[in-house]
């Protein structure tokens, strides 16, 4: 079955620290991928997506993702974390008509001053 | 403008009641989605509509009932819920219904069913 897995439930960072998000996917061919990004109570913002060409993807608000096709894993990366980044990151894909899309359970983000 | 708009923002409704969630986007997108999201949980899919046709219902109880009166309205009606209906319900639209497009959501509706 199609399928996305984020390990991490929680992460807890220091502000100014860098962040990794881990999301693998499992899929018969590889999907369009994408990190959505959710205050508490508000909608999705698409932070970035990945469809095909340069495995590194740059995003809106600093971030950037590496689409690795040999591990199965899209992870999402920033360099210096701001405590306005504190929400929950949903990894996605699709592969099908209709646009699907498949989440993760998401991972919340902690900043700590 | 890349926003999709819901209205209401919250709403409470008993589980006799009538009433309706709608949503609006002027991106020129002719697909749309509904999502249900459960508290700490991920959004699931509902319904997806392209050029105003309802194209996929994920097996989702008759008493929610999608409806897409022109290409940037979407609405969705419900009638005798559940309290376990109660969740945020997310619109989204896209291009078009290929998985090479990228959804954009709304800002949700807050639905309790007391």
């Known amino acids: 079955a199609q399928s996305v897995t984020q390990p991490d439930i929680h992460i807890t960072v220091s502000e100014g620290a860098s962040l990794e998000l881990r999301c693998n996917y499992s899929y018969g061919a590889t999907p369009y991928l994408f990190w959505y990004v959710q205050s508490p109570g508000q909608g999705l913002q698409l932070l970035l997506k990945?469809?095909?060409?340069?495995?590194l993807v740059q995003g809106i608000k600093g971030f950037e993702a590496e689409f690795k096709r040999s591990q199965s894993s899209f992870n999402l990366r920033k360099p210096s974390v701001h405590w306005s980044d504190a929400a929950e990151y949903f990894c996605?894909?699709?592969?099908?008509?209709?646009?699907?899309?498949?989440f993760g359970a998401g991972t919340i983000l902690r900043v700590k001053s | 403008d890349t926003e999709v708009t819901q209205t209401p923002k919250h709403l409470v409704m008993g589980m006799t009641n009538k009433k309706s969630l709608k949503c609006e986007q002027h991106?020129?997108?002719?697909?749309m989605y509904w999502y249900k999201q459960k508290a700490k949980k991920p959004p699931e899919l509902m319904f997806v509509y392209s050029y105003e046709k309802l194209s996929i219902n994920e097996s989702v109880p008759s008493r929610f009932s999608p409806e897409c009166p022109n290409s940037s309205l979407l609405n969705l009606h419900l009638h005798a819920l559940q309290p376990e209906d109660s969740a945020l319900y997310l619109c989204a639209s896209s291009h078009r219904t290929g998985a090479n497009t990228e959804a954009f959501f709304g800002q949700g509706t807050r639905l309790t069913v007391v």
């Open positions: 996605a894909a699709t592969r099908e008509y209709g646009n699907k899309l498949v």
């Open positions: 991106m020129g997108h002719r697909a």
């Open positions: 990945y469809f095909s060409g340069d495995t």
